[in-house]
């Protein structure tokens, strides 16, 4: 099957609030208030799921051209565009294309939407960039490598990339609902939704319009960014916003890269 068209409905459903799927939080676009905070000087955005991105993460942002790479929604987006940024937002859900320009039109500001699989080469020139902004996303996709290849060729030298990722751990477990929500060990790595779920489950995914899944080591996710060409500056952990996992891990992270001039071969 294509996975790419299923996420892409899948993200239509969730950003439609008709689904009952906790990824509706991310699908939310801010408040008007809350841009006008923006607009006054506030710099809160995520890359994970809790945890605000350090405002020392970001240079100046006024007339910087940045790409929310996967980023639809309405969320980050018309923060940037507060700051004085030239917005552009790539994403694979149109409904999600949809909230970030009705954002636009309700704040006044214009912004750039495009519906793209980031798997597949981007719509831009080379060094079209400043800043790349993508939060947890390439857990969609089943190959980021070409994704960090992408972002490279298309930042300028030392542009910024941010991104968020899933804990390639994470995707081991389950809850085990009998057992006081302990999670339980179930799947090998990496993870694939289409080879590793039963068939029973890979239908109920399906059918509620769940988006497939898909785990990335951390060869691909650090080591991808470094053979691209990036240096990183820094990373934080994040915990799921108080749900199950945070109880035992932190599920995700959040990575500041830099475009270096060289590249390993």
Known sequence: MNYTEHNAKAWDVIGEGSSEDGRAQFTQMISHEDYLRAKEGLLQVSL???KYVPENWFPSLKGKKILGLACGGGQQGPVFAAHGADVTIIDISPRQLENEKLAAKREGYSITTLLCDMEKTLPFDDNSFDIIFNPVSNCYIENILPVWKECARILKTGGILMM???KEEHFMFEPDFSKDQALTTIYKLPFHSLRDLSEEKKQKMLKNHEPL??????????GGLIKAGFLITDLYEDGDG????????N????VRAVKAQFRMA
């Open 48 to 50: 994970t799921s809790s």
């Open 164 to 166: 968020g990722y899933v």
């Open 213 to 222: 899944l898909f785990s990335h080591s951390l060869t691909e996710q650090i």
């Open 242 to 249: 108080g749900g199950l996992f945070d109880q035992y891990m």
């Open 251 to 254: 599920s995700y992270v959040a």
